[in-house]
């Protein structure tokens, strides 16, 4: 059974736009799913609807067998969401405080809760910068920041939204590494981005969405040729015609 | 306490408690320079409150300058009202510099549970994401009039159109973000019925607190 299972899944913003359009879509436990398309196409909007940000008007969505609606708490304690924005998703003062926010949402006992922010920010490399306040860390750091701070609520899928966005070459290798790792430890992951080339190397299967509908699912390697009559560039390596390369090698 | 007695304390407490302040301020490594920069637009404000004070106080003028409508008696009351205010913000400065912004909320909770009616628990959360967010809106209102400058908003002199040019911006930016960061703790199984800070009071605090008493009530017997 997979573990996301989604059945023809339909949502409308209030103004009238149509953001999903009969989405179906079943995503194994422990793979790196890639959610491409251009600004507009419903990437952000589906992945909201993991852990019922956004309700759906119609269809559903299934973590784990139970619906989302049917349990928001379970649904947001088993898909963290690392957002775009990481300075948005930033709530505690100082790194371990942002870090201990959400197990104290789920009402874990304080030495739980502890141990869980110790065990995240180990993971993420930050217990040194424990005790900074956010605002002083780096692009990179605070994407790892924003990891660490889902990590403490031991979810089983990550998703995240655009986890390139505004990094630079060493903070993209930094949340690359994490997301990897993540991977290897067992979680699901789900990124949606409209930069392709650096996470395609590590991609099991790529989902091309456009106005809402999923247009191509599949292989990487099957879909990366067509990605550029939807609105995405294709890598450089594709388009040399060469092997696709990982970003940390 | 301290803030209240300062309020009322004549210039040799005054010069006591400034004293104290002093060095904790400086054990604690802040430096004078920046206190002041943050401090400016107080510290004009002491300086007009000053200048009433020395203008509208009946009593001896100044010897050496006859013609300036000053007293003697203005100038004094007026250095004494601006040392007061000046070491109450200076304690709420150390406040702050002291104490984490969850302790505080932790106290929020706590001092207010008791009160029937009053949802200490949100009262707490929104005094921490108020304290959050006061950098977060000085970085945007920051970001926006430097955007603005960039495209020559200083050339407009009419203040109306600078402001209306800024806040739309500024305020709808704003928004987006408080938006974003619901979205965030939203996702993060956000409720009110959650584990608290602990609000702990070491040894340490409590012989703190006992010299702080001790010497508030000595300040009131001088």
């Known amino acids: ?249 | 306490m301290l803030m209240l007695t300062a309020m009322n304390c004549e210039p040799l407490p005054l010069a006591v408690m400034s004293l104290i302040s002093a060095v904790a301020a400086r054990r604690l490594g802040l430096s004078l320079r920046g206190i002041l920069t943050e401090l400016r637009y107080f510290l004009l404000l002491l300086g007009l409150i000053f200048t009433a004070r020395a203008f509208t106080t009946p009593g001896t003028p100044l010897p050496d300058l006859p013609w300036l409508q000053v007293s003697r008696e203005g100038m004094q009351a007026g250095a004494v009202t601006v040392w007061r205010l000046f070491l109450v913000v200076f304690f709420g400065l150390l406040f702050v510099a002291t104490t984490r912004a969850a302790a505080i909320k932790a106290a929020v909770v706590w001092f207010l549970r008791p009160f029937p009616g009053l949802p200490a628990q949100r009262i707490g959360t929104m005094l921490g994401l108020v304290l959050r967010f006061i950098p977060l809106v000085f970085l945007q209102a920051g970001a926006t009039l430097d955007a603005q400058r960039a495209r020559g908003v200083e050339s407009r002199r009419n203040p109306f159109y600078r402001l209306t040019c800024f806040a739309i911006p500024f305020l709808r930016r704003l928004f987006l973000s408080a938006d974003r960061f619901t979205e965030a703790m939203e996702a993060r199984c956000y409720t009110e019925i959650r584990t608290d800070p602990v609000l702990l009071a070491r040894p340490r605090d409590w012989w703190i607190l006992s010299g702080v008493t001790g010497a508030i009530g000595l300040l009131w017997l001088m």
């Open chain 1, 1 to 249: 059974m997979p573990i996301i299972d989604i059945d023809t899944l339909c949502f409308r913003y209030p103004d009238g736009t149509l953001g999903l359009d009969r989405i179906s879509l079943g995503i194994e436990k422990g793979t790196l799913v890639v959610i491409i398309g251009p600004n507009g196409s419903g990437k952000t909007t589906l992945l909201k609807h993991l852990n019922g940000l956004l309700r759906p008007q119609s269809g559903t969505v299934r973590i784990d067998g139970v619906t989302v609606a049917s349990d928001l708490r379970r649904a947001r304690r088993l898909v963290g969401m690392i957002f775009q924005d990481a300075d948005s998703q930033i709530v505690g003062e100082t790194v371990a405080a942002d870090v201990a926010f959400g197990p104290e949402n789920l009402s874990l006992p304080a030495a739980e809760v502890g141990a869980r922010v110790e065990a995240a920010l180990d993971t993420v490399g930050l217990t040194t910068l424990a005790d900074q306040t956010p605002q002083a860390l780096s692009g990179g750091e605070k994407r790892r920041l924003s990891i660490a701070g889902v990590l403490a609520m031991h979810p089983q899928i990550v998703a995240f939204d655009e986890p390139f966005a505004g990094l630079d070459y060493p903070g993209t290798r930094q949340v690359l590494r994490e997301m990897l790792r993540l991977q290897q430890a067992g979680h699901t992951l789900v990124v949606a981005t409209h930069d392709l080339e650096k996470i395609i190397y590590h991609a099991d299967r790529l989902i091309l969405m456009n106005d809402g509908r999923v247009v191509k699912d599949g292989p990487p390697a099957g879909i990366v040729g067509e990605v550029e009559s939807f609105g995405v560039r294709a890598p450089c390596v594709s388009r040399l015609g060469l092997e696709a390369e990982s970003w940390l090698s």
